[in-house]
């Protein structure tokens, strides 16, 4: 079973249970997002290492617990080239992220409102896979190394959007911050080099639910 066929797998599995329940709201929706980037050193020099900006997928089952308080599991998914550069030279390779979470969802309106703001915030776990060609001899690989592997990583979320109510369907427009530390073995630092830190993958995007 591959990495993506696990995720949904879990996804289904969590969500089960939900669909006997009244007040939920399954979606998906659409978007595109930039991740913050980060710094190489090494005796051979320096250089920066980030993931490339991307489209992404998300798909999520929320449940409105109270007037105000909700929650949703979520399955995102998110292209994006892993990238290391370093003065007039870069090295790019084709990568994609998936993510699985839980969020808890505060509203600033009750349930029965046409619109309603929100904020989330929760936790899960990203998968940063490489899936491009490696080459023998890749370039600034004084640097960093760019590979043909996944690295699973613990993942925290926040975020902020608007949902518009019609009836038994709803709107959203939102943003999330993705936080995860740095996937050093899909970017690996070269030997002697490091790269630390965090990864801030912010994403805008809009979707369409259905209530029931």
């Known amino acids: ?79 994006g080239d892993l990238q290391v550069s370093s003065q007039s030279v870069k090295a790019s390779f084709a990568a994609h992220s998936q993510a699985i979470h839980y969020d808890f969802v505060l509203h600033a309106t009750g349930r ?24 023998a001899a890749q370039p600034l690989n004084r640097l960093a190394l760019l590979s043909r592997t996944t690295d699973t990583r613990g993942l925290a979320v926040i975020g902020a959007g608007v949902k518009f109510n019609a009836r038994r369907l709803t709107l959203r427009l939102e943003g999330h911050d993705f936080i995860t530390p740095f996937p050093s073995k899909v970017i690996a630092p070269a030997s002697g080099a490091s790269i630390g830190g965090w990864v801030h993958d912010l994403v805008v995007s809009a979707g369409l639910g259905l209530l029931f």
């Open 1 to 79: 079973m591959n990495t993506r066929t696990w995720l949904l797998t879990a996804f289904a599995i969590l969500s089960a249970p939900a669909v006997v329940a009244q007040k939920w709201e399954f979606g998906a929706g659409a978007g595109g997002g930039f991740y913050t980037s980060g710094d190489v050193t090494s005796p051979a020099g320096s250089g920066s290492v980030k993931i490339g900006s991307g489209i992404g997928a998300s798909a999520w089952l929320a449940n409105n617990t109270s007037q105000l308080w909700g929650g949703e599991l979520r399955y995102d998914y998110q292209t």
């Open 112 to 135: 029965n409102a046409k619109v309603r703001p929100f904020l989330a915030f929760g936790g899960g776990v990203k998968l940063y896979t490489g899936t491009g060609t490696e080459v």
